[in-house]
């Protein structure tokens, strides 16, 4: 099992130029969860579902959108990168009630 | 508004000593507070977790200790080894319908020989 795994691993943007991360997971978990990391600032939720279909806002939601159409991946998005998103964005995918969360390794994520 | 306030942001502690890692929080209606363990370049990991109803969770040589009254919750790490050299994250977890963790801003762990 790969568990969760993330695409890309590292991405370079220019200012307003737009890309995709691609989450999956193949643990059959219901929840998945988008967050940043930034120097100490800790973890930071983004956006987050809580099963197919649905998204809801996080923490940091603006400039990021979020699809979940299939219960195996979520999508974060970004329509016009802005150097303030430069960050290490991580994955996780979760139980019921939203307990135990299983984080991928990460995309780095430079926008210049 | 931080609801989790962790510290120290940097901790050394020789081989064979004792790791301590202090969080803070002030919504009363958390109900869980997990701690996840991050090496460099990787994921969090989940390490320990507990939830109010006890005072104490030990792993291994891993303890948190937790105190309802002032709020508190710690992790311990007993006999700290070179291989613990990571950082540390607590959290909390509101079960009154919300999904979301609430994570301290970090605290970078080096066990030195």
């Known amino acids: 099992n790969a568990g969760v795994t993330q695409t890309p691993k590292f991405r370079v943007l220019k200012t307003g130029q737009s890309m995709t991360l691609l989450c999956a997971q193949d643990?059959?978990?219901?929840?998945m969860y988008w967050y940043r990391q930034d120097p100490g600032m800790g973890l930071r939720l983004i956006h987050y579902?809580?099963?197919?279909?649905?998204?809801a806002k996080g923490e940091v939601p603006d400039g990021y959108n979020v699809s979940r159409l299939k219960k195996q991946n979520f999508l974060l998005g970004l329509e016009s990168a802005a150097p303030s998103q430069t960050s290490v964005y991580f994955c996780?995918?979760?139980?019921?009630?939203?307990?135990?969360?299983?984080f991928g390794p990460g995309t780095r994520l430079t926008v210049l | 508004q931080q609801q989790v306030k962790q510290s120290p942001q940097s901790l050394i502690v020789q081989k064979g000593g004792i790791s301590i890692i202090n969080c803070a929080y002030e919504n009363t209606a958390f109900d869980y507070f997990p701690w996840y363990q991050q090496f460099p370049g990787k994921g969090p990991a989940l390490l320990i977790a507990i939830r109010p109803d006890v005072s104490e969770k030990k792993e291994g040589r891993f303890t948190i200790s937790f105190n309802k009254s002032a709020k508190q919750f710690s992790l311990h790490i007993m006999d700290s080894q070179p291989g613990d050299s990571a950082t540390y994250f607590c959290?909390?977890?509101?079960?009154?319908?919300?999904?979301?963790?609430?994570f301290g801003k970090g605290t970078k762990l080096s066990v030195i020989p």
């Open positions: 996780a995918t979760g139980l019921a009630g939203g307990t135990t969360q299983y």
């Open positions: 959290a909390a977890l509101s079960g009154a319908g919300s999904y979301q963790l609430t």
């Open positions: 643990m059959n978990h219901e929840y």
């Open positions: 579902s809580v099963g197919e279909g649905t998204t």
